[in-house]
């Protein structure tokens, strides 16, 4: 029973995070200038760094080819390097230059300041209780990524 009524809930958390991630996006201050998915690039290779194309793709949950145009305008601006692989040539790593850096840590701070936008009429208390139980999935989710690698 207790299982059941924990995927319930973590179904429901995942479409509540869902709606609060549409409300972020529609926040001008975190896009201005870039499509949605150029800083989502960028951001996840300043945090994760370099990447191969394919799990950047799997990642954002598109095909390798429906990406290349994306990374295309990120070189040509000067936002991301690309190597091929030496040891195997099929493979393309990515990762963001210092310019890239830049915007994507710009990106992530706009993205803060929408969040604390968006958090601003809850209670202390409801704060207090929110930070708690985020500790404690981000401490449980990390044991499992530790153990499950």
């Keep these: 029973m207790a299982r059941k009524e924990f995927v319930k809930l973590f179904e429901s958390n995942i479409l509540l995070f869902d709606k609060l991630s549409d409300k972020l996006?529609?926040?001008p201050d975190i896009f201005s200038g870039f499509p949605r998915q150029q800083l989502s690039i960028l951001v996840r290779l300043h945090i994760g760094g370099p990447a191969l194309l394919k799990d950047i793709a799997?990642?954002?949950?598109?095909t390798a080819p429906n990406l290349c145009a994306a990374f295309?305008?990120?070189e040509r601006d000067g936002l991301v390097l690309r190597r091929i692989d030496e040891s195997d040539r099929r493979n393309t790593w990515y990762s963001v230059t210092s310019a890239g850096e830049k915007i994507a840590t710009q990106a992530m701070e706009a993205m803060?300041?929408?969040i604390d936008?968006?958090?601003s009429g809850i209670s202390r208390e409801d704060e207090n209780a929110l930070t708690g139980a985020m500790k404690t999935i981000n401490n449980i989710l990390t044991r499992m990524e530790i153990t499950n690698a």
């Design 112 to 114: 803060r300041n929408a």
């Design 25 to 27: 996006k529609r926040s």
């Design 117 to 119: 936008k968006l958090f």
């Design 72 to 74: 295309r305008k990120l």
């Design 58 to 62: 799997r990642r954002e949950m598109v």
